[in-house]
């Protein structure tokens, strides 16, 4: 009888258990090219939901459904042996109760494979994150600036500015590790804050544009190769300049192909030569 030896792969509890060792590595990956790169190099991946805007052009996550994410889930899944990857829940999929946000979860980790969930959401989340964690679905929290709430909150800007803003982060911050997340992304706030809620809290802080002071980091993988140009936020760094390269590329080749130098000989099937 033959054995199929699962990969091994880093644990969401391998994720915790970073928290203070070292920063904790993450991107964004939504197909299995990308992945297999990023795979070496990270601790998780996120399939985002982020993809609605990056891949498929979408104004807002808002319109993300559960087929896109199960799909890019298990594209992801195919690329990786080294990285835990974590599947974004779409919005709509989760808020509406905690037996609704289990069946979607169930759903998004039978079907792709992946090791857990995030969803966003502070306090008001924390009944339906206690829920998944205490049934065999790790989660991801996500925090500060919420992505899926920009119909309510009208905008996308950093928060913990003023007293207001902190003390709600930081009960959010509290309300999603006590509830059992593995870790928490905190998007969008200020230094100080995100330092409290790093010190404060047992789930390791992933930031993004959080500052330095996260137990880790994350970025949209197209936003740091420097291909998703549509917008470029003050936290994002271009590690690469990936989309001149790629216009440049297509230049070429679209004059080669009028010119008929692409293809070469080099890259034309011929006859075989007969053997005399
Ligand atoms: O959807 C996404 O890509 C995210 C990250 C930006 C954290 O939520």
Redesign the pocket.
Known sequence: MSVTVREKRLTPAAITALKGERPIVSL?AYTTPIAKLLDPHCDFL?V????GMVLYGLPT?VGVTMEMMIAHGQAVMRGVSHACVIV?MPFGSYQESKEQAFRNAARIMKETGCDGI?L?GGEEMAETIRFLTTRGIPVLG?IGLM?QLVNATGGYRSLGRTDEEADKIRRDARAVSLAGAFAM?V?GTIEPVARELSDGNAAPT?G?GASPACDGQ???VDDMLGVFNDFKPRFVKHFAELAPQISKAVEDYASEVKARSFPGPEHTFQMKKQKI
Do not use: C, M, N, Y
């Not at 985002?48 to 993809?51: M, N």
């Open positions: 964004t996120l985002g939901d982020s993809l996550t974004d995030k966003e996500h992505p992304v998007e992933i993004i994350i970025l949209v």
